[in-house]
């Protein structure tokens, strides 16, 4: 909450103009933003881009920004903008977009996960790779961003009955990329 | 849009779907109830709580594993050095800053004192400034007052002078929104002539816009009329 409220009194000091304040801005969010970007377009050079392009366009916005939305949602919108519009590129440039296998390195073929195969969490790390970018986004904003449904369909632009719905198949997808590796879950 | 995205949930599949938000507590306290209800019939629920719990913890520890960006810092900064549109912000903040401080130091018989050598320093600040002035044509563009001068002999005016604390975004904000232009200025006592509107408007309606000057008076700190041709 104070978090919030410093962010808060950083953007109404960027749309004033002090660059400063952005800088303090950036200082204290990048790494969750960074973070949030990589998880999405599995690329770091490119998350690194883009994270450039949020904050410029926080300092552009910031006069926009009407303190509805808790500052860290409205940050993590634009970087969901910005990271879709970025995967769209990569879909026009080259051709239909393999989402299982274009972007990152698989976890699964990393020496360090295949040693650890036996480990439960090592199994729901290489099935999480295996996951389609709305339906990784959507885990990684709710377990580490630690959005409400409400935030999260902010940040998507989407309704808060579809965020819980693509909840809902992002894990159920989750148990069978986990039962193809012979991990039965019971669920669903 | 996956279509799967439209289909109706049965109740225990909303419940799988509520779960991590559970997980992480940021729910909402309806949907907390709808869990804790399900879960009194269905004891199952919380082993399913505990599959949730295993993402969250996976999830924490990808996201941990990935390290700072490179210089971002950095490169944030030789952006906005770069951006043309982010120098003129930074440099009309700074500014209209700089003018208020400095304003802000006289008292007003000192201001009144300072007549002549007031003015002359002013004058030298409008050149500034007018650099600044903002386009309010809609264009979204900047433009200088020399470039638009010509276009500005008609309408009408204000002498207006703008709370030393007032923040650049929020002035540009409120005189974007209202249509009114920065004509001329600052003046002696930092007085500036703003464009209400680019017809000669009948006395309510200029009064009408003088009060909406006024009515903003944590940013305007006073606001008069104006001979039609300043």
Known sequence: ?188 | MMTEETDVLSEADQIAALLPWYVTGKISAADRAKVDAFAGRHPEVRRHLALAQDEADVTFAVNQEIGPPKAALDKLKASLAASPSVRLKAAQASLLDKLGTWLGGFSPRQLAYAGVAAALAIAVQATSIGSLMLDRAGTGHYRTAAGSRTDLGSGTFAMVAFQPAAPAGALSAFLSENKFLITDGPKAGGMFVVRVSEQVLSADAAAAALAKLKARSDLVSFASAAPAKP
């Open chain 1, 1 to 188: 909450m104070e978090q919030a409220s410093d962010d808060r009194a950083l953007i109404r000091a960027i749309a004033g103009g002090d660059a400063k304040a952005l800088e303090r801005l950036f200082s204290r969010n990048q790494t969750r933003v960074f973070r949030y970007l990589v998880r999405v377009v599995r690329n770091q050079a490119v998350a690194e881009e883009l994270l450039n392009e949020v904050f410029l366009s926080v300092w552009q916005g910031a006069g926009g920004y009407q303190g509805r939305s808790e500052p860290t949602t409205w940050m993590l919108s634009i970087a969901h903008n910005k990271a879709v519009s970025a995967l769209r590129k990569k879909r026009e440039v080259s051709g239909a977009f393999d989402e299982a296998s274009a972007e990152l390195e698989d976890a699964d073929d990393s020496p360090e996960v295949t040693a650890q195969k036996s480990d439960k969490s090592a199994h729901i790390r290489a099935a999480m790779s295996g996951l389609s970018a709305e339906h990784r986004e959507i885990l990684d904003l709710v377990y580490y961003q630690e959005q409400s449904v409400s935030e999260a369909a902010e940040v998507l632009g989407i309704p808060e009955a579809t965020v819980k719905t693509r909840m809902f198949y992002a894990r159920k997808k989750l148990s069978e990329l986990l039962k193809a590796r012979g991990i039965d879950r019971g669920w669903p």
